[in-house]
């Protein structure tokens, strides 16, 4: 009789719940910097790389052509801007500049190539909030295609794409004969408007798309593609950067699919240029050792409002992660995550409190993390190993983490491992830990990050039918076909209510 009274009390307690919460607004919707930017915007003046003496044999060498076509259309940027179009063909170049208010089209059979000599890729300086290179001391090598305070910037195109032939840099950094940090395939700094749209990335020497102080910048429907095994090749890393939309993705990289960062140790904190407004939707991918998104560990100017929704991952290592360490100093507040597939996912979300690789011995160990209001919300995955790994920094606890609606299919004995963290949760199998065990409803939900209410979603689709919308389009790119249609098909599809 007891047994069965409490049963019926938690019953009501569930119902309860999720009345209370079918009132709240959680999912993300079309903010104001994810709006459709047509990027088929008429330019007044354009011109071919042909004009400028450019061949597509994959084998001349174009760098002068590019300058110079970009030196000559820098004259109408004041007239309404310009477009720069690369015809089909294989354009083998070392490191150029954009300017403001121009569009980089690609055709459909465009393939810009990055030089394999070192030399034609320039060494500048190091970004001020890391105060060296990423991976050296010192400064580091350009992106392929860079610019810096630029305004108005598309780089677009029929689904062309630009290979950064990145294998000859991953083998020097294996070998440790590299003399700087390697470079992006694409970085913009200090620039606003910026659009990254319908083409296809690959193997990239490092990190693939770079936005750095940067502000209003949309990255839509690309395709990022390198080796499991090709070292720290990030997909989309937005740095100390705000109002930034990724959306309707595929990423198959190295390292982490997103990476959110914002300056390193001492220079971070100094910088103090934060990361906010971050929205993140319709992302799939995977990898081997990096994680699905990720928030650090270089997050010393601090991260705040990212939103992230409609996330696939699938046979990589992990789903979502925070990293920082002691001496990071910042913050990583205010961070949604809803409507999540996980499948073959080694863990699912990790907090990992001791990243501990810091740029030189100047950093302040007492410079504490503040990590607080994470939420998590309608996540399955199948063939999961942990559930959790969350541990904070001794004396310095992450908290008001929330977890509600969680359902993973668990392989191991301990699905959770927990330490110097605090939370709620409701909803959760397998049962969390401990610190986490306190439920939401009634008296904490106003400790959960909840989304604004103008950032409510317009849509609220069905869990599965808009990866279902990705999984059986009218037409696949052939790289995403390659990638997705055979892994996510038969990982996925069985499991779409």
Same mark, same amino acid.
């Given at each position: 009789?007891?047994?069965?009274?409490?049963?019926?009390?938690?019953?009501?307690?569930? %119902?309860?719940?999720?009345?209370?919460?079918?009132?709240?607004?959680?999912?993300?919707?079309?903010?104001?910097?994810?709006?459709?930017?047509?990027?088929?915007?008429?330019? =007044?003046?354009?011109?071919?790389?042909?004009?400028?003496?450019?061949?597509?044999?994959?084998?001349?060498?174009?760098?002068?052509?590019?300058?110079?076509?970009?030196?000559? %259309?820098?004259?109408?940027?004041?007239?309404?801007?310009?477009? %720069?179009?690369? =015809?089909?063909?294989?354009?083998?170049?070392?490191?150029?500049?954009?300017?403001?208010?121009?569009?980089?089209?690609?055709?459909?059979?465009?393939?810009? %190539?990055?030089?394999?000599?070192?030399?034609?890729?320039?060494?500048?300086? =190091?970004?001020?909030?890391?105060?060296?290179?990423?991976?050296?001391?010192?400064?580091?090598?350009?992106?392929?295609?860079?610019?810096?305070?630029?305004?108005?910037?598309?780089?677009?195109?029929?689904?062309?794409?630009?290979?950064?032939?990145?294998?000859?840099? *991953?083998?020097?950094?294996?070998?440790?004969?590299?003399?700087?940090?390697?470079?992006?395939?694409?970085?913009?700094?200090?620039?606003?408007?910026?659009?990254?749209?319908?083409?296809?990335?690959?193997?990239?020497?490092?990190?693939?798309?770079?936005?750095?102080?940067?502000?209003?910048?949309?990255?839509?429907?690309?395709?990022?593609?390198?080796?499991?095994?090709?070292?720290?090749?990030?997909?989309?890393?937005?740095?100390?950067?705000?109002?930034?939309?990724?959306?309707?993705? !595929?990423?198959?990289?190295?390292?982490?699919?997103?990476?959110?960062?914002?300056?390193?140790?001492?220079?971070?904190?100094?910088?103090?240029?934060?990361?906010?407004?971050?929205?993140?939707?319709?992302?799939?991918?995977?990898?081997?050792?990096?994680?699905?998104?990720?928030?650090?560990?270089?997050?010393?100017?601090?991260?705040?409002?990212?939103?992230?929704?409609?996330?696939?991952?699938?046979?990589?290592?992990?789903?979502?992660?925070?990293?920082?360490?002691?001496?990071?100093?910042?913050?990583?507040?205010?961070?949604?995550?809803?409507?999540?597939?996980?499948?073959?996912?080694?863990?699912?979300?990790?907090?990992?409190?001791?990243?501990?690789?810091?740029?030189?011995?100047? !950093?302040?160990?007492?410079?504490?993390?503040?990590?607080?209001?994470?939420?998590?919300?309608?996540?399955?995955?199948?063939?999961?190993?942990?559930?959790?790994?969350?541990?904070?920094?001794?004396?310095?606890?992450?908290?008001?983490?929330?977890?509600?609606?969680?359902?993973?299919?668990?392989?191991?004995?301990?699905?959770?491992?927990?330490?110097?963290?605090?939370?709620?949760?409701?909803?959760?199998?397998?049962?969390?830990?401990?610190?986490?065990?306190?439920?939401?409803?009634?008296?904490?939900?106003?400790?959960?990050?909840?989304?604004?209410?103008?950032?409510?979603?317009?849509?609220?689709?069905?869990?599965?039918?808009?990866?279902?919308? *990705?999984?059986?389009?009218?037409?696949?790119?052939?790289?995403?076909?390659?990638?997705?249609?055979?892994?996510?098909?038969?990982?996925?599809?069985?499991?779409?209510?």
């Amino acid at each position: 009789m007891i047994n069965s009274v409490c049963i019926s009390l938690q019953l009501v307690d569930v %119902l309860l719940l999720l009345v209370f919460f079918s009132h709240i607004t959680w999912a993300v919707s079309s903010s104001s910097h994810c709006k459709q930017t047509d990027v088929r915007v008429i330019r =007044p003046h354009s011109v071919t790389i042909t004009e400028f003496g450019a061949v597509g044999d994959g084998v001349t060498l174009n760098t002068k052509a590019f300058q110079n076509a970009i030196f000559y %259309l820098n004259s109408f940027a004041d007239k309404g801007g310009a477009k %720069l179009f690369v =015809p089909a063909g294989r354009w083998l170049t070392g490191s150029f500049n954009l300017i403001s208010h121009l569009t980089l089209w690609l055709d459909k059979d465009a393939v810009i %190539l990055g030089s394999k000599n070192s030399d034609d890729w320039p060494v500048v300086d =190091p970004l001020p909030s890391y105060g060296r290179g990423r991976e050296l001391p010192g400064p580091r090598h350009q992106s392929l295609i860079y610019g810096c305070n630029l305004t108005d910037v598309i780089i677009t195109g029929d689904n062309g794409t630009i290979d950064g032939q990145g294998s000859v840099w *991953w083998n020097w950094f294996r070998s440790k004969t590299l003399n700087y940090t390697r470079p992006h395939l694409v970085e913009l700094m200090n620039s606003t408007g910026v659009v990254i749209s319908n083409l296809t990335f690959l193997n990239s020497p490092f990190w693939n798309i770079h936005p750095v102080y940067c502000s209003r910048v949309i990255v839509r429907n690309v395709t990022i593609m390198a080796p499991l095994d090709s070292p720290n090749t990030d997909g989309v890393d937005p740095d100390s950067s705000d109002d930034v939309c990724i959306e309707d993705c !595929y990423i198959s990289t190295g390292d982490d699919l997103i990476a959110i960062k914002s300056g390193w140790d001492e220079y971070g904190i100094s910088f103090a240029r934060p990361s906010k407004n971050i929205v993140i939707r319709r992302l799939i991918g995977h990898n081997r050792i990096g994680c699905g998104i990720a928030i650090g560990s270089e997050m010393s100017g601090g991260v705040s409002e990212v939103y992230a929704e409609d996330i696939y991952i699938f046979n990589s290592s992990t789903a979502f992660k925070i990293k920082t360490a002691r001496g990071r100093g910042g913050y990583v507040r205010n961070v949604f995550i809803s409507n999540v597939t996980l499948s073959g996912v080694d863990t699912a979300i990790i907090f990992n409190g001791s990243f501990s690789q810091h740029p030189d011995e100047f !950093y302040d160990p007492n410079a504490l993390p503040v990590i607080e209001r994470i939420t998590f919300k309608d996540i399955t995955g199948d063939n999961i190993k942990f559930a959790g790994l969350l541990n904070g920094i001794e004396g310095d606890s992450f908290r008001h983490v929330c977890l509600l609606n969680i359902t993973l299919n668990v392989t191991t004995m301990s699905p959770w491992n927990c330490s110097n963290i605090q939370g709620y949760s409701a909803l959760v199998s397998p049962e969390t830990c401990e610190p986490l065990k306190e439920s939401i409803y009634p008296k904490h939900h106003s400790d959960c990050y909840l989304v604004p209410n103008h950032l409510s979603s317009s849509g609220n689709q069905n869990k599965g039918s808009w990866l279902l919308s *990705w999984l059986f389009p009218g037409k696949l790119h052939s790289l995403y076909e390659k990638e997705v249609h055979f892994h996510a098909l038969a990982g996925y599809v069985k499991q779409v209510p």
